[in-house]
């Protein structure tokens, strides 16, 4: 079979019957019917939860276990490893070296097109090589079409050095689902514009990565309720929210929840212990590493019972 016989199996690559005349639409028209198309998005993304989940389990073993995860992509798909990266350090404290995202083409390809960095499987084998990669890591494929070069030959080589391997892909029966141990496969359906699977499929990843490394993040204990309590304080919005956050959980007033803060270097988890229980900063930080950083499990630890009998403010 040809490459052209190859891409027109692939539903990402199909024509949309609903959107063929979008070209004599009006503005307005046309922001519609990209809107009706994105609705859909949403509900391929809840049929693949359970796979989700699988993925979401093995990325947790992975990180629990000393090892790390890697998101593997070209083009759009790379770029939304990279953002989601990017994202978790700021957000929930990660290691950088724990989560680790490679884009076919380096950091050029992340402001535009790397000319042939993805079509060859040796670069995706001799990346992941380079890493050493083991079977304490996961390595997470993202690729719309499901036949990119760079990724197969990544998972190809991921597997064989008995890592857990994961595809992301908009296509049924995709090729890099045969290195995979995990699937992950909304069918969004065909593009808006043929073949431009920055629209629907992209969306679906960045979807798919968000709630894979969210949840991920809570069962790592970085999240106390729905407060990002591991969040890295760098610049003044985000101390900001930091004294919001502890001000919300401990009761306290602003004057309070900063000047305990800066007591901590802005460790929100130590403040808020030091509030709720009453004790000093080393007992909130002998706490803390006794639970394994889990704040919930460290409250318990310090104070007359489990905190999560105690209700929580909203």
Request: glycine share 8%; proline share 4%.
């Amino acid at each position: 079979m040809n490459r052209i016989e190859d891409l027109e199996k692939l539903i990402s690559e199909q024509r949309n019957v609903k959107t063929v005349d979008i070209d004599r639409l009006s503005m307005e028209e046309i922001l519609r019917v990209i809107n009706e198309e994105d609705k859909k998005v949403a509900y391929a993304v809840e049929r693949e939860i359970p796979n989700i989940a699988k993925a979401a389990h093995a990325y947790l073993r992975s990180l629990k276990n000393g090892g790390r995860v890697f998101y593997v992509g070209a083009g759009t798909s790379g770029r939304m490893g990279v953002i989601d990266r990017a994202e978790l350090i700021s957000t929930f404290k990660m290691d950088p070296k724990a989560i680790i995202p490679i884009l076919a083409g380096g950091v050029k390809a992340m402001y535009g097109p790397s000319e042939m960095a993805e079509d060859k499987e040796e670069n995706g084998r001799r990346v992941i090589s380079k890493y050493r990669v083991d079977e304490r890591d996961s390595v997470v494929g993202i690729s719309a079409s499901g036949r990119t070069p760079y990724v197969v030959g990544a998972l190809k080589e991921a597997k064989r050095r008995g890592a857990t391997t994961i595809a992301i892909t908009v296509n049924p029966d995709a090729e890099i689902s045969r290195y995979a141990d995990i699937v992950i496969c909304p069918l969004v359906g065909p593009e808006v514009i043929a073949g431009s699977t920055r629209m629907k499929a992209g969306t679906a990843q960045k979807m798919i990565l968000t709630m894979l490394s969210t949840a991920v993040m809570v069962k790592l204990g970085r999240v106390y309720s729905n407060l990002m309590v591991s969040l890295l304080p760098i610049s003044s919005k985000l101390r900001e929210r930091a004294r919001r956050i502890v001000m919300t959980e401990a009761g306290v007033d602003y004057e309070t929840a900063a000047k305990t803060l800066e007591e901590t270097g802005y460790d929100i988890k130590a403040a808020i212990i030091m509030l709720k229980a009453k004790v000093d900063y080393g007992k909130a930080l002998k706490a803390l590493r006794e639970a394994e950083g889990n704040l919930e499990k460290a409250l318990n630890l310090v104070s007359d019972g489990p905190s999560s009998s105690k209700p929580r403010r909203g």
